[in-house]
């Protein structure tokens, strides 16, 4: 059965401006990979909903950065954290995400354009290791991260103060290019900022062979989250995020183009890059299927 005939994939579809139409020129489709480089098990419920009932199950969480090709175009979504912070945070790290690149035959080295999603700690660690990266980022999250929000223990702990540091480098160095709200970055490939998780997240809406797909990220950490619309706890602002949930819906082309930022089920929906990948990395210009 796919998403699309699950009626706990339901979206509430409303009308979108003149973004939500299929190019009217032909674009070349880009293909979109996830890799998988950490783990986080033994969840409780009230970890990943708000208001849960503590019998219901609660899903693991894994890690990914994403990665954007095409001909001669590559865009690097998010860094991901590296093994100290793993380490410190008590995180199962399986391998780092950067390096791991090169199993798409990718070099760090060669990455110019890498879109953070936001600044917590486990999507904009590792900014050392991708040194001719320009990063785009929202102006809301560096001023979140950076602003009188950091006084309040609760809203800054996702965050590592090393990667803020590193970004404010970057900005001085010229290598961070600022977005406000709806942008976009190719043809075929925008931003959009969401909230919710963090004052400016954002998500990124990619045209492939199969439609628009949305990489997520934490707009939606599980599939549930945005399906229930049982919003994820650390939060900046619940409006935000349940608002979020609809715009998801409005810039996919279907529920089954909608891929969480954090859902172990995204490994088993979508095919291996190849065998050798299996359980690395998927593929998700692909449709998916439930197993």
């Not at 579809?13 to 973004?19: F, K, M």
């Not at 660690?125 to 102006?139: I, K, M, S």
């Amino acid at each position: 059965m796919s998403a699309r005939q699950n009626p706990a994939h339901s979206c509430i579809v409303t009308p979108l401006s003149n973004l939500q139409v299929r190019p009217t020129v032909s674009i070349e489709p880009f293909e979109i990979y996830a890799i998988r480089y950490a783990h986080l098990g033994n969840r409780h419920p009230s970890e990943n909903f708000i208001n849960a009932d503590p019998h219901e199950f609660a899903s693991d969480l894994d890690y990914f950065v994403w990665v954007l090709r095409r001909k001669d175009e590559t865009f690097l979504i998010d860094t991901g954290f590296g093994k100290e912070a793993a380490a410190r945070r008590g995180r199962e790290w399986l391998r780092c995400p950067v390096e791991s690149l090169r199993m798409l035959d990718i070099a760090a080295e060669s990455v110019t354009d890498a879109i953070i999603t936001h600044l917590h700690y486990d999507h904009a660690g590792n900014l050392d290791r991708v040194p001719r990266a320009r990063f785009h980022l929202q102006d809301r999250e560096m001023a979140y991260a950076t602003g009188r929000q950091m006084c309040h223990k609760e809203l800054r702990a996702p965050f590592d103060l090393e990667n803020a540091l590193e970004m404010v480098r970057h900005v001085y160095g010229g290598r961070a290019i600022f977005h406000d709200g709806d942008d976009e970055l190719a043809s075929g490939l925008t931003l959009h900022r969401v909230g919710g998780h963090t004052a400016g997240l954002q998500l990124v809406r990619a045209w492939t062979r199969r439609g628009w797909v949305v990489i997520a990220s934490d707009a939606t950490h599980l599939y549930a989250n945005f399906q229930q619309r049982r919003p994820f706890p650390i939060v900046y602002s619940v409006a935000e995020m349940l608002e979020g949930y609809d715009l998801l819906c409005r810039l996919a082309d279907s529920p089954d183009h909608i891929v969480p930022g954090h859902d172990p089920l995204v490994m088993k929906y979508y095919p291996a890059a190849s065998s050798e990948l299996e359980g690395v990395v998927v593929r998700l210009d692909v449709a998916p299927s439930q197993r």
